[in-house]
């Protein structure tokens, strides 16, 4: 059964109350289903994670609702995108709108940054998985000569630290091609052969994100990963945000 079947969008619009509010904003910013402008809960679906906005939302410019409404036609046929739908139109006592989104359940790149002492998920997913994830993206068995450094080379006597730093260097290298394209001089100049799927993504994203004089957020929380019967595969979640809203500063 595939994730649009599994998922019913309802495009409803129903009240949120104060209390609901005092617990979104409340929700500690260390954790890692709290984001900047919205908090993530699991639902008794295991396939599905439910997102609620926490601030008021004008959704003609919101960049998660612009997201997510613009890559609704894409997400059957494009792997990286998230496989994420409008639930609901939240109003509080005052009218304004806190969107609700379903989106399907992934593992976040959390799991392998250098910052997640305790994994949040099992993911089981080990460094030559995530080397030859990256080696299909990015079109070259030889992409991590041209990735940004991490901020730790590999401990050989922990495995999982050789995960972070792989899943690292594959992040940091599509946060890099994002922001070169469409120029994207390091593919050119270490002769990667990036998925036609990718190049489309990056394509979508950076129309939107001019369209509307967005910032990019691609750090580690928002580029997560999804399981499939090839091994994992990179999902770009949630990658924008306002204007001046803050630090895009990528961390692993």
Partial sequence: MRINELIKTQHTSTPI???EIDDLE??????????????GKPTDDPHIFRKQTIDPTDIKTDPTYLYIKT??????????????????????KYGHIRPAYDVETLIHGTNY????????????????????????????EDWIKAAPM??????????KKDAQYVWGKAARLCRLLFNEYPTLSTAKKYNL??????????????????????????HV????????????????????SPKGSGSTNFTT
């Fill in 150 to 159: 991490t901020v730790s080379l590999p401990d050989k006597k922990d495995p």
């Fill in 221 to 240: 929380n928002n580029l997560m990963i999804r399981r499939t019967n090839l091994g994992p595969q990179m999902v770009i979640n949630d990658p924008l």
């Fill in 193 to 218: 052969k990036l998925d036609p799927k990718l190049l489309q993504s990056m394509d979508i994203i950076k129309r939107l994100m001019n369209k509307h004089g967005f910032q990019d957020d691609l």
């Fill in 17 to 19: 109350s104060q209390a």
């Fill in 113 to 140: 940054s250098e910052k997640a002492q305790v994994p949040i998920q099992d993911s089981g997913y080990t460094k030559e998985s995530l080397f030859w994830m990256a080696a299909r993206m990015y079109g070259s």
């Fill in 71 to 92: 890559i609704e036609p894409y997400i059957d046929s494009n792997p990286y995108f998230p496989k994420t739908y409008i639930l609901d139109l939240r109003k509080d």
């Fill in 26 to 39: 409340l929700t500690d910013l260390d954790k890692p289903e709290r984001g900047a402008f919205a908090v």
